[in-house]
């Protein structure tokens, strides 16, 4: 053919300018293992959702009626990039089975909102959704559903753009025990239970392990073909769910691969899996580092909840981000000073180096950080991209610790496997063996962050 073919293609003869009928099966097997690898990258924040689902009702024991609750370390080792200091309460439900779903939502510092399982949000509450704060009812309709006749002006219409959601929140006041009064104050219950709705439970993960990362080898197909028995299919998404199809993968059709097909998923899913970790740890991306003379990036790249570029959807931009973490809404992307989150990643050192579990590391954080509520440097595993699972079981250290501060205000952080002479209270363990990477947030960054006169430090070797 005048160019030397990559991989198992170079292994196919040619019968003149046709390939071998011999071989015919060679071409088609690498034919299927591309379309896994492209699969792969596709599914990624649909798999997620899935995964972190059956953590809920099979580990947790978790129901339509409850919602769990993430408070301590453990709770949130299986949860991808958590933060480490505000609790997260959430849940997920199928609108096929529940029908319209009312959620009710107290007046009170919380944020959250509803999202598809492509992870797209449809709908802002709390202090950044349209109650601001003052909390009210809402009424979730599937695809396709009208309003029901029997709603009352007390409720606000949401419209969902999959028939599987996912309803989380964060509550942002310091105090733990109006914290919990403003999430037993939540209520969750299908519209059609209005008038005698069962209690909302609020269910703990009780330290039990657990995994919200996307699972390896077949299992993650078999995930996919799991969610997809219920979900919509989008005008978008018709290629690939072709490709699914030849994969095996079919809306009303058992997932029952051959032994052909099951080697090609296997291998599909692990190539995949390394073209997103390349993908999200050494971005390609046009936005470039946040300070020309850092590393630190922006952690999320999608542009805005609908994943949709100028012209393009966000493939590789989604599969970053929801290869390294969970959910995204507009508030994680605010330029408006002292509201939302501004989230910062740094996936190396200073010089360029992954960020070695083994070696000992200092970040200077410069006085006057600019956060209107407050920041937080934390580690996670790269590998899972949770939280690091290490004996000091902790994470972070942030201004809601009680860190030593330098005499002009500013800190310095240490990270590595045994403890720093400078003590523990600056400090987060490390693992041998294991790369990490971190993510610096700032609840409610200020205008120095946003003109970039403030700078925080590089992660360095000691």
């Not at 390939?19 to 690898?37: G, K, M, T, V």
Request: charged letters at 25%; one cysteine or more; a negative charge.
């Amino acid at each position: 053919m005048g160019i030397d073919l990559p991989g198992r293609l170079a292994e196919a003869r040619m019968d003149g300018d046709l390939p071998a009928r011999a071989d015919i099966s060679l071409i088609f097997d690498e034919l299927d293992h591309q379309l896994a690898c492209q699969a792969y990258l596709w599914a990624l924040p649909l798999v997620s959702y899935a995964q972190w689902k059956t953590q809920h009702y099979d580990v947790f024991g978790a129901t339509s009626s409850d919602l769990v609750r993430y408070v301590s370390y453990r709770d949130r080792l299986g949860l991808i990039t958590a933060n480490a200091t505000t609790p997260y309460i959430l849940n997920f439900f199928d609108l096929s089975e529940t029908g319209p779903l009312v959620i009710e939502l107290p007046p009170g510092p919380t944020a959250g909102g509803v999202s598809d399982f492509w992870q797209r949000e449809f709908g802002a509450m709390g202090e950044m959704g349209p109650d601001r704060g003052e909390g009210g009812k809402y009424l979730v309709l599937a695809p396709g559903v009208d309003q029901t006749p029997e709603l009352s002006s007390d409720y606000r219409v949401l419209r969902s753009s999959g028939v599987n959601i996912m309803f989380g929140f964060r509550t942002l006041d310091p105090d733990p025990e109006r914290s919990d009064a403003l999430v037993r104050a939540v209520r969750i219950y299908p519209h059609a239970d209005r008038a005698h709705p069962s209690p909302t439970r609020i269910v703990s993960p009780e330290g039990r392990p657990w995994s919200g990362d996307q699972p390896r080898g077949l299992e993650y197909w078999r995930r996919l073909h799991q969610i997809y028995q219920s979900e919509v299919v989008d005008e978008r998404d018709r290629f690939y769910l072709a490709m699914l199809r030849q994969l095996g993968i079919e809306k009303g059709r058992p997932f029952a691969p051959d032994a052909r097909l099951t080697r090609i998923l296997e291998q599909g899913a692990a190539a995949g899996e390394l073209m997103a970790r390349a993908n999200t740890f050494a971005k390609r991306f046009a936005q470039g580092t946040y300070w020309p003379d850092r590393a630190w990036e922006l952690a999320i790249v999608l542009d805005n909840t609908a994943q949709r570029g100028d012209g393009y959807d966000e493939l590789l931009e989604r599969a970053s981000w929801f290869y390294e973490a969970v959910s995204f809404a507009e508030a994680m992307k605010s330029t408006t000073p002292g509201v939302g989150q501004a989230y910062l990643g740094s996936y190396t050192d200073g010089a360029g180096d992954w960020l070695d579990g083994g070696r000992d590391y200092t970040l200077h954080v410069p006085a006057d950080v600019p956060a209107k509520l407050f920041w937080s440097a934390t580690v996670y595993d790269a590998t899972t991209r949770c939280l690091i699972d290490n004996p000091q079981q902790r994470g972070d250290r942030g201004s809601r610790d009680d860190v030593v501060l330098n005499a002009d205000g500013s800190a310095d952080l240490y990270f590595g496997p045994t403890e720093p002479p400078e003590g523990e209270r600056n400090w987060v363990q490390t693992l041998p063996g294991k790369h990490w990477f971190s993510y610096f947030r700032l609840y409610g960054p200020l205008e120095p962050y946003f003109d970039r006169s403030w700078k925080l430090g590089d992660i360095t070797p000691r």
